[in-house]
């Protein structure tokens, strides 16, 4: 038990401190502040404060808990609402609407009752992350209970039946102890898990947006930045993402961002179903919310408790997003920290040790095999936002992210005033996964990887004759580049712009979008036949055919191959030679 | 007014005093971010805030500065109370400086309550999605950048710019149409000139909204600490009048410039590490601490709607004040230069403009079913022209084919019908519309992509009633 030397904001300076480890919770003042240690000196500690401290007063007591933040893993995670020390949000709106400070919480929900069914009996030898059975959480998810890691005996006793997390589900034998089994277990949350091995990821993860599944795929397992400008349709994007996903979970960590937008993510998934289950999403979906106005500190935390969580049902089997609105809002609180500590800062008062405190968070992505038996492969997939000031690239945060990074969705302040959403820029967003999901495209697609490339070249001739569109205006140029613009502007307009609030074009399945590109293509192919032989890109642009392409994302899903069928079809009558446009 | 308790405790030495900062020697029982007295040796007493206590100094940030401070005589004493703005209903009318003291002639309020300036966060889970059309009569908002209850939606303004105008246009015509609920203005002037300040106050008296309305003003005159707390006090009353009394409360914070002008002040005298342009590495979230408590709250009558100016230095949207803010806030009215030499009044650049709840307070039931469809057309139509009009100042309008020529007249008349309206003119957000459908009877009906058929077949006005 020391006592407070010093308050400076969210850091606190303890005395009598002796027997402190580095990371230790404390809980600090009268009312129990949580508090996390960050550095030692002598018998002093420096303190960084999960809470608001005004009125604290020097002298008051600081306790140490012996041990370090932790996540509480077990059923009841999935659907929560936390902050970003895993306190349950919905539990905390029990003592009013705004939040105070120092309220005590479980993080799992100890009173709800859980059905266990056993998938080992007694006699078998059991280890770490071996599932001894299993837990229906949700009608979406069904919880694996695993030996904790580092835990190995041999099972007493098992049974099916009805447990809250703290009742053993079954009584290991270990070195002649025998020691309960909870469904319910903690871990270290700037720690890791451990795993067999890790995998090269080769599987598409499918996000229902046709300028990331299709242009620039993410692979389950991957780590991917979205950077942008304010008002280029960061979270939008974010949201998007957390929605479709085809994962088994997705965990959605609001650090620093807004209230408003929280509440309203929070709220459109009690509403959405699921595409491919027809569920509920909010059956799929983790929330840790620590908005802006909240402390400072926990972003830190909110993020690495995020992480822990889907590393926790990655090791179940599962393929797990994870999307954290917004990292520079993380770096924001780590320049805080380190400004009160009077450490050396680095780039624009950052701590020089920002590259590789983002690297320990986006390093934990991964496809794996997982520790235990049976065999089975999880993956985590993380999608970080960056809010670069002014939209400038070359801050710290966002070049330190960029050198981790395998993907990245680059959005772009134009766009977003043009009103094309996502505002992913086709020019300067790259995906090294393009390789690794060749094999996944070929089976859905097997053309994929030509298309890809036809439509990324028209692009870029298009971003090429813009310069000279501004010099000497669009009417001066050859019928052939005419075309190439009409093309190009049909690929922007009609395939890659995708409203996130329209009922069927806001998730787009990758073999439609492959279907609507081709077209586009079909199109162009036709129409560059009809232009050699004389008709102008004037007569061609004004065919109805262009406008029946621009409307295919409106097409319901059942109807959609018939109804592009009939659209080839009128396309090869009306776009032939010598019979003008139809 | 005296809202400080009785309860005192006197101190020792003042070691050091400079710029607004002085430190003593340690205070036993003082509580972090506690507010102090330092007695002169005078016999004057200023304000002062614990901003950083050990064991051996304490640091008070006073307010007002420290000048006639000495390391002889003067002498901090603690209250232990931290800053708390008295309350009740009958602040409405009223007028306060920056630290909370009537300054209307009127008797000190009596209180109710004294809540703490820096309120306490909503928690996101209790929090209602805002979905009510605030209606400002103004179509460049209503149509195109929507206004909802419990939005903060700022406006970026720059020197010159007729932001007051537009601001005092919003105050006097906004509604949720067929409602009639109690609303109540909160008005913060933060290091304005008095005149406009007093534009504001005349203002209010004209439109009767006056016993509506609870100012708080810090003029550019007024010590800059007490600029740092101007804001807070108006939010406070805000959030009071919202959560209390179940009102309808716009906040309207005129400069958040000057706001963030002395918070790099008051940095720079704590000898922080400074971010960018000077500017401390907190600026985020304090500016959030603030904005963040807009919002509607789950089984609350009220709600709390805030409306921040700021003038973006150089009228650079890039600059640090701007580019913290719009990450904060769910998007951002932008004032262009270029349309108020163009005459047109409101003079606001749609590009650049954004409101991030517009989605879920507009379409059918709410304004019309239409809105959606005919926002993107609007977009889509207005930035083909602005494109064609760059391209045809080089190579001339002459050079265009007569399609183009047709979105560079639209465009023009965008700027000229929608966008522009008279300071008294309150438009419906019917009418708003039917401007926009005015306009793209002039475009080729195939070129309307955006708007599903249905729409256009029951709104597009005949060829024969073309305007």
């Known amino acids: 038990m020391g006592r407070i030397w010093r308050i400076s904001g969210p850091l606190i300076i303890a005395e009598e401190m002796k027997g402190a480890q580095v990371y230790e919770i404390v809980e600090i003042g009268e009312e129990g502040l949580i508090g996390e240690i960050i550095g030692l000196e002598g018998d002093r500690a420096m303190i960084q404060a999960h809470e608001d401290t005004v009125g604290l007063e020097v002298g008051q007591g600081v306790s140490g808990m012996g041990r370090i933040l932790t996540a509480e893993l077990g059923p009841g995670i999935v659907g929560s609402i936390y902050d970003g020390l895993q306190k349950p949000l919905t539990v905390l709106m029990e003592s009013g609407s705004f939040l105070k400070r120092g309220v005590k919480v479980s993080r799992l929900p100890r009173d709800r009752k859980w059905h266990f069914t056993p998938q080992v009996a007694a006699g078998d030898r059991v280890n770490g992350g071996d599932i001894i059975g299993t837990v229906p959480e949700t009608e979406l998810i069904e919880h694996r209970v695993m030996v904790p890691l580092g835990m190995g005996g041999v099972v007493k006793e098992i049974g099916e039946g009805d447990y809250t997390v703290e009742e053993p589900v079954a009584w290991v034998e270990v070195d ?13 949350v700037r720690k890791p898990r451990p795993y067999k091995r890790r995998l090269a990821p080769s599987q598409l993860l499918i996000t229902g947006m046709r300028i990331m599944d299709y242009m620039f795929p993410l692979a389950l397992g991957g780590k991917a930045a979205i ?3 304010f008002g280029t349709g960061k979270t939008v994007a974010l949201q998007q993402l957390a929605r479709w996903a085809q994962t088994h979970l997705n965990i959605y960590v609001g650090c620093g961002e807004r209230g408003n937008e929280m509440a309203d993510v929070l709220y459109s998934f009690r509403q959405l179903k699921d595409p491919s289950t027809g569920r509920l999403l909010q059956e799929k979906e983790v929330f840790l919310a620590n908005t802006s106005n909240m402390p400072v500190v926990a972003r830190e935390a909110s993020i690495f408790v995020g992480i822990t969580i889907a590393e926790y049902f990655r090791d179940m089997g599962y393929d797990i997003l994870l999307v954290a609105d917004s990292t520079s809002r993380w770096a924001e609180a780590m320049r805080e920290v380190g400004g009160r500590l009077e450490e050396m800062p680095g780039e624009e008062g950052f701590p020089a040790y920002l590259g590789s405190r983002l690297s320990s968070f986006y390093e934990r992505a991964g496809l794996v095999e997982c520790e235990g038996s049976p065999q089975r492969r999880g993956s985590v997939t993380i999608v970080g936002a960056v809010s670069p000031p002014g939209a400038d ?9 960029l050198r981790i990074v395998d993907a990245l969705y680059s959005l772009d302040v134009s766009l977003a005033n043009r009103r094309h959403f996502p505002t992913i820029s086709w020019l300067s967003s790259y995906s090294l996964y393009v390789d690794a999901v060749r094999d996944w495209w070929s089976n859905v697609a097997p053309e994929w990887e030509q298309t890809r490339a036809t439509a990324l070249k028209i692009l ?14 669009p009417e001066a140029l050859p019928e052939k580049d005419k075309l190439l613009l009409l093309v190009a502007r049909m690929i922007r307009e009609d395939f890659l712009m995708q409203s996130a609030y329209h009922e069927i074009d806001t998730y787009c399945l990758p073999q439609r979008a492959h279907s609507m590109l081709a077209t586009i293509l079909k199109f162009y192919e036709l129409a560059g036949k009809l232009s050699e032989e004389g008709i102008s890109v004037a007569e061609i642009r004004s065919s109805p055919l262009v406008y029946k392409i621009s409307r295919m994302k409106d097409i319901p899903h059942d109807e959609f191959d018939d109804r592009i069928k009939q659209l080839w079809d009128e396309m090869e009558v009306g776009l032939v030679s010598h019979k003008g446009v139809a | 007014m005296s809202f400080w308790p009785l309860y005192v405790k006197e101190t020792g030495a003042i070691t050091s005093a400079k710029g607004a900062l002085i430190m003593t020697e340690s205070i036993p029982g003082i509580k972090f971010g506690e507010i ?9 007493v200023k304000r002062g805030q614990a901003i950083d206590i050990s064991k051996e100094t304490t640091v008070v940030q006073v307010f007002g500065g420290v000048s006639e401070v000495d390391l002889v005589g003067s002498r901090v004493r603690c209250k232990g109370e931290t800053l708390r703005l008295p309350v009740s209903i009958d602040i409405l009318g009223r007028v306060f400086n920056g630290m909370g003291e009537a300054i209307d002639g009127g008797p000190p309020t009596v209180a109710e309550d004294y809540l703490d300036v820096n309120g306490e966060p909503i928690n996101p889970a209790s929090r209602l999605p805002p979905a009510e059309f605030i209606e400002t009569g103004i179509s460049a908002i209503d149509g195109l950048n929507s206004l909802v209850r419990g939005q903060k939606l700022p406006i970026f303004s720059a020197s010159g710019l007729p932001h007051n105008r537009i601001v005092t246009q919003i105050v006097r ?5 067929g409602r009639e609920e109690r609303f109540a203005i909160v008005f913060a002037a933060i290091g304005v000139s008095y005149n406009d300040a007093s534009f504001f106050m005349k203002n209010l008296e004209e439109t009767g909204a006056r016993e509506r309305a609870v100012l708080f003003i810090n003029t550019a005159s007024d010590p800059i600490i007490e600029r740092i707390a101007t804001p807070r006090l108006a939010l406070t009353a805000a959030q009071y009048l919202a959560w209390k009394h179940g009102m309808h409360v716009l906040v309207i914070l005129s400069d958040m410039t000057n706001y963030c002008e002395a918070l790099r002040e008051l940095s720079a005298m704590r ?4 971010s960018r342009r000077g500017y401390p590495g907190y600026m985020y979230t304090d500016l959030a601490t603030m904005y963040e408590r807009a919002g509607r709250i789950a089984g609350e009558e009220g709600s709390v709607t805030i409306m921040p100016i700021l003038t973006m230095p150089d009228d650079d949207i890039t600059h640090p004040i701007p580019d913290l803010t719009g ?14 030499r163009k005459g047109i009044y409101p003079p606001i650049d749609v590009f650049l403009s954004l409101s991030r709840m517009m989605k879920q307070g507009i379409g059918g039931g709410k304004t019309r079913e239409d809105h959606n469809n005919v926002f993107m057309q609007l977009y889509a139509a207005y930035s083909e022209g602005c494109y064609l009009r760059e391209i045809s100042t080089i190579i001339g309008a002459e050079a265009l084919a007569e399609r183009d020529k047709i979105y560079l007249a639209a465009a023009d008349r965008f700027e000229r019908e929608f966008i522009s309206q008279g300071e008294f003119e309150r438009r419906r957000v019917e009418d708003t519309l039917d401007i926009g459908w005015g306009l793209f009877s002039m475009l080729p009906e195939e070129e309307l992509k955006l708007i599903s058929e249905e729409f256009i077949n029951r709104y597009l006005p005949r060829h024969s009633e073309k305007i």
């Open chain 1, 176 to 188: 002649g102890e025998v020691q309960g089994l909870t469904l319910m277990q903690e871990w270290p």
């Open chain 1, 227 to 229: 950077p942008g400008g």
């Open chain 1, 393 to 401: 690239f070359s801050e710290p945060v966002t070049q330190n992210t």
């Open chain 1, 460 to 473: 870029q001739e298009e971003a090429g004759l813009e310069e000279i569109v501004r010099l000497v205006g």
């Open chain 2, 36 to 44: 102090v007295d330092v007695r002169l040796s005078n016999g004057e």
């Open chain 2, 173 to 177: 015509q906004a509604q949720v149409r």
């Open chain 2, 271 to 274: 000898e922080e590490i400074p």
């Open chain 2, 327 to 340: 990450y904060i806030t769910e998007g951002q009215i932008v004032l262009s230069r270029e349309l108020e």
